[in-house]
């Protein structure tokens, strides 16, 4: 795809015009929070987006995140890590996917799909030498994000779920709401809107969201002419996605 083309977005009976781009570089997984934008290739090397450009960060990894708990990550052995002052700090624990979007929470899944989050107060002061106090919630999922009040998560069959009354000080939150559709993974995007991409790899758009409806009340899909994708992040009005052949496409 060369320069910019418009997609449609079909939703709730109303439209926007995406305009997407694919730009340089082939990824594995990607995630954007508040103005950055970090991403792993398939080899594990690391990257941040400055400008135009990607640029390398030191480490090898398996999945990255970047949220308001800074920047995290795991490590095809599973071992946990934050990045300190340029470095990466070795945390105790191990995952398969974290994630940092949160109210200054993080939270992640384990090879098991055992699914953990740590407290505000523990995770802001994890560095080299503080590993933050994780707690267990309740059910498996293979891939968690949370954004302001919500997280959602996918379990190894493809159902989704909402957890409920995520806060800063409370991230186990309170219930497990079933939201129908089989998904592949979930994203919750800086501002709490929720993007999903299905087994056959077609974005999704969750369609009102509210304080007294946090689940939502329906998919919206995006149609992309035919481009299938394995990974989606949204931020400041941005989505990025990675296709399922690591092209990278970004829409305003």
Same mark, same amino acid.
């Not at 599973?78 to 979007?101: C, F, H, N, P, T």
């Not at 991230?171 to 979930?186: I, K, Y």
């Given at each position: 795809?060369?320069?910019?083309?418009?997609?449609?977005?079909?939703?709730?009976?109303?439209?926007?015009?995406?305009?997407?781009?694919?730009?340089?570089?082939?990824?594995?997984?990607?995630?954007?929070?508040n103005g950055l934008v970090f991403a792993?290739? +398939?080899?594990?090397?690391?990257?941040?987006?400055?400008?135009?450009?990607?640029?390398?960060?030191?480490?090898?990894?398996?999945?990255?995140?970047?949220?308001?708990?800074?920047?995290?990550?795991?490590?095809?052995?599973?071992?946990?890590?934050?990045?300190?002052?340029?470095?990466?700090?070795?945390?105790?624990?191990?995952?398969?996917?974290?994630?940092a979007g949160g109210d200054q929470i993080?939270?992640?899944?384990?090879?098991?799909?055992?699914? +953990?989050?740590?407290?505000?107060?523990?995770?802001?002061?994890?560095?080299?030498?503080?590993?933050?106090?994780?707690?267990?919630?309740?059910?498996?999922?293979?891939?968690?994000?949370?954004?302001?009040?919500?997280?959602?998560?996918?379990?190894?069959?493809?159902?989704?779920?909402?957890?409920?009354?995520?806060?800063?000080?409370?991230?186990?939150?309170?219930?497990?709401?079933?939201?129908?559709?089989?998904?592949?993974?979930?994203?919750?995007?800086?501002?709490g809107a929720v993007y999903a991409i299905?087994?056959?790899?077609?974005?999704?758009?969750?369609?009102?969201?509210?304080?007294?409806?946090?689940?939502?009340?329906?998919?919206?899909?995006?149609?992309?002419?035919?481009?299938? +994708?394995?990974?989606?992040?949204?931020?400041?009005?941005?989505?990025?996605?990675?296709?399922?052949?690591?092209?990278?496409?970004?829409?305003?």
């Amino acid at each position: 795809m060369r320069g910019c083309i418009f997609l449609l977005l079909l939703c709730a009976g109303a439209s926007w015009a995406l305009v997407c781009k694919q730009i340089a570089g082939r990824m594995k997984q990607i995630d954007a929070s508040n103005g950055l934008v970090f991403a792993v290739d +398939f080899n594990g090397n690391v990257f941040t987006r400055r400008g135009g450009f990607w640029a390398r960060v030191p480490g090898n990894l398996g999945h990255v995140t970047v949220g308001a708990a800074g920047v995290w990550g795991v490590g095809r052995d599973q071992k946990l890590y934050r990045l300190v002052e340029g470095s990466w700090a070795i945390l105790a624990g191990l995952l398969m996917q974290i994630d940092a979007g949160g109210d200054q929470i993080v939270a992640g899944v384990n090879r098991g799909n055992i699914v +953990f989050c740590s407290n505000k107060q523990a995770t802001v002061t994890a560095a080299n030498y503080f590993t933050p106090t994780y707690r267990r919630i309740a059910g498996k999922m293979k891939y968690y994000s949370c954004g302001p009040g919500t997280c959602w998560g996918v379990n190894a069959a493809g159902y989704i779920y909402c957890r409920l009354k995520v806060k800063s000080e409370s991230c186990v939150g309170s219930d497990w709401l079933r939201v129908p559709g089989l998904f592949q993974m979930v994203e919750v995007g800086t501002n709490g809107a929720v993007y999903a991409i299905s087994r056959g790899g077609v974005v999704y758009h969750r369609v009102g969201i509210s304080a007294h409806k946090p689940q939502g009340l329906k998919w919206a899909r995006i149609h992309f002419l035919g481009r299938k +994708f394995r990974h989606v992040t949204a931020d400041l009005g941005t989505l990025w996605l990675v296709e399922t052949n690591g092209n990278i496409v970004r829409c305003h």
